[in-house]
């Protein structure tokens, strides 16, 4: 029984020893083959378009013969037609070069009417309430009794310019005569206006809940 095991075993060991073989060489041994098959594919399609190269140029050079031949008979006809087509003292006949100039600028007409089309931007600003805070920023920043609100809106100031029209929610009340306050009862000084229409501000809405303030 021992020798019969041992038999057993190692036959078991020998045929798992083949399978990995197997397992492992037939992929290389199946690329070899696929490869072998594509390079004979390869070879036949290059041979088949030599072929058709060279009776291709056969062909041609019998056509090139055929145009040589009438070349001859043709040059005459060819000044003849060319002589007719000329302008004569600038009345009859266009040139190629007018009919190009005319087909360019047709267009460039086409493409200014494209292009023509303007363009308008609008922006719409909300609430622009102005608190004790920011007036008296503006009062330390300013010279000779002014206020200079510009400061606080110097970093959107670009953008503002470059539309056409732009439209601001005014929330508080902005003068001149009065006493520069806050809430309750609001009243900005006149040079924050002055500051937003520096910028492009053209609609200033001062229809709010601080009309009356």
């Not at 020893?17 to 199946?30: E, G, T, W």
């Not at 009859?92 to 292009?115: F, P, R, V």
């Not at 500051?195 to 053209?202: D, I």
Request: net charge negative; proline share 2%; hydrophobic share 30%.
């Amino acid at each position: 029984m021992g020798c019969a095991m041992k038999k057993i075993i190692l036959f078991g060991l020998l045929a798992a020893f083949l399978a990995l073989l197997v397992y492992f060489s037939a992929p290389a041994i199946m690329g070899i083959m696929d490869e072998k098959k594509s390079n004979n594919n390869v070879e036949n399609n290059d041979s088949g378009h030599s072929e058709s190269d060279t009776n291709g140029n056969t062909e041609d050079s019998g056509t090139v013969t055929d145009d040589a031949g009438v070349d001859d008979s043709s040059g005459t006809d060819a000044g003849e037609n060319l002589e007719a087509d000329s302008p004569v003292d600038g009345k009859e006949g266009t040139s190629t070069e007018e009919s190009e100039g005319e087909s360019e600028d047709d267009t460039s007409d086409d493409a200014s009417t494209e292009t023509g089309e303007k363009r308008f931007t609008f922006t719409a600003t909300g609430d622009n309430l102005v608190h004790s805070y920011i007036y008296q920023q503006a009062a330390a920043r300013g010279r000779n009794g002014h206020y200079a609100f510009y400061y606080g809106f110097k970093d959107v100031a670009d953008f503002f310019k470059n539309n056409d029209l732009n439209w601001i929610n005014q929330e508080t009340l902005c003068t001149d005569t009065l006493t520069p306050s806050s809430y309750p009862c609001f009243s900005t000084p006149g040079d924050s206006a002055r500051a937003l229409y520096k910028m492009n501000m053209r609609i200033f809405n001062v229809s709010t809940n601080h009309t009356y303030d």
